[in-house]
């Protein structure tokens, strides 16, 4: 069974400053996707940003960026010049696609400082 | 636009109410979920349909109903609740197209809480 682990359940940045989110996942599946998702207190689930594993390129979105390493089964997510509005619940999540259900990390909890 | 709308946005009930939850999405998507999440806890799925057919059914407790009247449309029926089904409830919605890698896209949730 797919399996994702997320090892930080709470982190803390400083406005402005760069911060890296872990998130290893386990699978025997050789196409599939990852996502992470920010859930703010307002409680509505936004994604932030995706990877598919057939793709070698990390994925970027603005000041987020990921590291993707297949072989580790390790997916980070890198958050540059963090915001306030950075501040939220942060879930790494894996889907093989099509229907199938998205299984989630246990979420890191992100506080920003100004 | 990437819009899942829910209704309502907070709900309370006693355990001998009915009630439904409503979620819309506009995007033309043709697979639609329900999560239930619980405070400081990932979603978790209930059900998902596809293409309007009910295709996975997470073992979820019959007080628990779901409905997909169209491609638009799903509704959760509640019945005979349990305190223990207090809990954010999430819907979210994706493509569900032949190697479309499946985006979903979740409402922003019907607070829920059962007394």
């Known amino acids: 069974a797919q399996t994702v682990t997320q090892s930080q359940p709470e982190m803390s940045v400083q406005e402005a400053e760069t911060v890296t989110l872990s998130c290893t996942y386990d699978?025997?599946?050789?196409?599939?996707?990852l996502f992470w998702y920010k859930q703010p207190p307002s409680r509505q689930m936004i994604l932030v940003i995706r990877q598919e594993a057939y793709k070698q390129q990390n994925a970027t979105e603005n000041r987020f960026s990921v590291n993707f390493q297949k072989a580790a089964k390790s997916f980070s997510l890198k958050i540059s010049d963090s915001q306030l509005g950075d501040a939220a619940m942060y879930f790494c999540?894996?889907?093989?696609?099509?229907?199938?259900?998205?299984?989630f990390g246990t979420g890191t909890l992100l506080a920003v400082q100004p | 636009d990437t819009e899942v709308t829910q209704t309502p946005k907070h709900l309370v009930m006693g355990m001998t109410n009915k009630k439904s939850l409503k979620c819309e999405q506009h995007m033309g998507h043709r697979a639609m979920y329900w999560y239930k999440q619980k405070a400081k806890k990932p979603p978790e799925l209930m059900f998902v349909y596809s293409y309007e057919k009910l295709s996975i059914n997470e073992s979820v407790p019959s007080r628990f109903s779901p409905e997909c009247p169209n491609s638009s449309l799903l509704n959760l029926h509640l019945h005979a609740l349990q305190p223990e089904d207090s809990a954010l409830y999430l819907c979210?919605?994706?493509?569900?197209?032949?190697?479309?890698?499946?985006?979903?896209?979740f409402g922003p949730g019907t607070r829920l809480l059962v007394l």
């Open positions: 999540a894996y889907s093989r696609g099509a229907t199938n259900k998205l299984i």
């Open positions: 699978t025997s599946e050789s196409d599939y996707y």
């Open positions: 979210a919605s994706s493509q569900d197209r032949v190697g479309g890698e499946e985006t979903q896209y």
